[in-house]
């Protein structure tokens, strides 16, 4: 099993930044790439961002492209999020997984993630 700990969420104003932070621990070593994603209310959940532990392949949601960045630190088995120039639309519950595949194959869709963590609120206020 592999847990996931998400942290960092919180209230911004629109313009303004934040970093979600995701720590995994247990059997990190079954999984190849991590991703986040979101959640507003009434809306199913998104996919944001993901990154391949070895090699540093990343994926982005076109919304984002150019305000978040997501990058990962082996050695402490943490997936960070930064998030510039937010917007309130980007108001959500964000959700950190991960998935044993290396595979651009499913890495955009939640079916593709076998494990997830408890999710962190961002609000952004206009």
């Not at 980007?90 to 499913?106: F, K, L």
């Amino acid at each position: 099993q592999v847990q996931l700990v998400e942290s960092g969420g919180g209230l911004v104003q629109a313009g303004g930044s934040l970093r979600l932070s995701c720590a995994a621990s247990g059997r990190t070593f079954s999984t190849c790439a991590m991703g986040w994603f979101r959640q507003a209310p009434g809306k199913e959940r998104e996919f944001v961002a993901a990154i391949v532990w070895n090699g540093g392949r990343t994926y982005y949601t076109d919304s984002v492209k150019g305000r978040f960045t997501i990058s990962a630190d082996n050695a402490k088995n943490t997936v960070y999020l930064q998030m510039n120039s937010l917007k309130p639309e980007d108001t959500a519950v964000y959700y950190c997984a991960a998935r044993p595949s290396c595979s651009i194959v499913g890495v955009t869709t939640a079916q593709g993630y076998n494990y997830w963590g408890q999710g962190t609120q961002v609000t952004v206020s206009s």
